[in-house]
């Protein structure tokens, strides 16, 4: 009874290994692309700022705000 025991024992054993190895082959074929991209010439062009400066009212603040300043300074002396 034992030998018939280590017989299938060894049978499955064998059974298993040998559903373990497999082999495979891949065939790949190599794929050929190509890109074409088209230069075009750069347009430059002048860029345009209008800066709206009100210097006027600028000094028109400042001295009032310096005139502020100076009464200020007058009174906490």
Known sequence: MTRKLIFIALFLVFFIFAGCQTSHEI???PIK???EVEI???KVEPI???IDINIRV???LDNFFDDLE???N???K
Do not use: C, L, W, Y
């Open 70 to 72: 100076a009464a200020e």
């Open 58 to 60: 600028e000094k028109a």
């Open 27 to 29: 065939d790949i074929k």
């Open 48 to 50: 345009h700022i209008t």
């Open 74 to 76: 007058k009174i906490e």
């Open 40 to 42: 075009k010439p750069i």
């Open 33 to 35: 692309t190509s890109h």
